[in-house]
């Protein structure tokens, strides 16, 4: 098989590595003579996975035993109302900065709950920055953000100031770069973009917030529940939390200022191509560039029939899943920690092709 470039946005490229342990793990697990996922998750052998899943995370973020790590269903979808369910308080509401569609679904759900407050948006620029200047209003229980915003390219590179709990969807930057993360009350994150396969979501929530909700929690939202039990109140996905675990190992190995810096280095030779190529323009303000999803689209003035040529061109090369999103059009290269830097340079060589055939 030769070798594909894998952009996708997600869910998204693992480490190989992960792929052949999770296939045999499937087969027989660690020589028990039974397929993973036919053992029971209260066996040791599973216990284990939810326990050393639990604590790598605790180790990579460097937090201690005030926080809590689980491995739940449902997506980052449902962490816009589990997050919300779990931080209201005596105000009843929550700020939301709307960076994006993601941002935006987060904004609905606070809203669905309580009387949710927007208090920045970039949404008149169809999503192309990062607002700064916010302002926190004193009646909110907390803020939320989305650090990284997969569909149109833009990131948070600070931490946003409040004196607020900070509640934060990292879905798709989490463990992309070092960050600080006992500033948070609560972090959210679908496994499928940097951490493993679709499935799971990780919640890192601070044991101070949990059974302090103004409002009445259904039991499978509550976080309480889970943390109480383990992470093991109702059957966990038990294969998700195992290839999860396993990229846990890997980036804990790693490091996630060496990570970041890998990172940084990617993303710097994408955009300096979009930048100096003729043929391309990104659509995101510089300084608010996203290292994980680069999104781009055909300069102005170049014949909009070119966007199929270039993908053409992309397929040709074996490079995957880099159509942009509907919502921005043109390009999309999503970065993950797994995507190896000569697959960006698969990617700039295409990039440099196309200019010179077509300028
Ligand atoms: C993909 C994504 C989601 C949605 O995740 P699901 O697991 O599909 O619910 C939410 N937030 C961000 C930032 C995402 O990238």
Not at 203 to 212: E, N
Not at 266 to 279: G, P
Not at 332 to 356: H, Q
Request: glycine share 8%; aromatic share 10%.
């Amino acid at each position: 098989m030769s070798k594909i470039h894998n952009f996708s946005a997600g869910p998204s490229i693992l480490p190989k590595h992960v792929f052949q342990e999770a296939s045999q793990a499937i087969v027989d697990y660690n020589g028990t003579g039974l397929s993973l996922l036919e053992m029971s998750h209260r066996s040791k052998e599973f216990v284990a996975v939810m326990d050393e899943a639990r604590s790598l995370v605790k180790e990579i973020f460097n937090l201690g035993d005030d926080y809590e790590v689980l491995f739940l269903q449902g997506g980052a979808s449902l962490g816009f109302l589990i997050s919300a369910y779990n931080m209201l308080r005596e105000n009843k509401q929550g700020a939301y900065v709307n960076t994006g569609s993601w941002a935006n679904k987060a904004l609905k759900e606070g809203k669905w709950l309580g009387s949710a407050i927007e208090v920045a948006s970039s949404k008149d620029a169809n999503y192309n920055s990062i607002p700064k200047d916010f302002v926190v209003p004193d009646n909110c229980d907390y803020l939320h953000y989305t650090s990284n915003n997969t569909i149109f390219g833009t990131e948070f590179h600070t931490i946003p100031q409040t004196d607020k709990p900070l509640v934060c969807d990292m879905s798709s930057d989490i463990f992309s770069r070092p960050v600080d993360a006992s500033k948070f009350d609560l972090i959210y994150a679908g496994a499928q973009k940097n951490m493993g396969p679709a499935g799971t979501t990780l919640y890192i929530v601070k044991k101070d917030v949990l059974g302090k909700s103004s409002v009445d929690i259904p039991t499978m939202l509550d976080l309480s529940t889970h943390a109480s039990k383990d992470s093991m109140f109702n059957t966990p996905p038990v294969f998700a939390v195992y290839c999860s675990m396993l990229v846990l190992r890997w980036i804990k190995e790693l490091g996630l200022e060496s990570i970041g810096k890998t990172n940084q280095g990617k993303a710097t030779a994408l955009y300096n191509e979009v930048d100096r190529n003729s043929m391309f323009k990104g659509t995101a303000q510089a300084e608010d560039r996203s290292l994980m999803n680069a999104c781009f689209v055909l300069n102005d003035g170049i014949d909009e029939a070119l966007n199929s040529e270039f993908l053409n061109m992309c397929n040709d090369a074996g490079i995957s899943g880099v159509k942009g999103h509907r919502s921005v059009g043109g390009f999309r290269a999503s970065m993950y920690n797994a995507l190896p830097l000569e697959s960006v340079e698969a990617l700039v060589d295409v990039m440099k092709a196309f200019e010179t055939k077509f300028a």
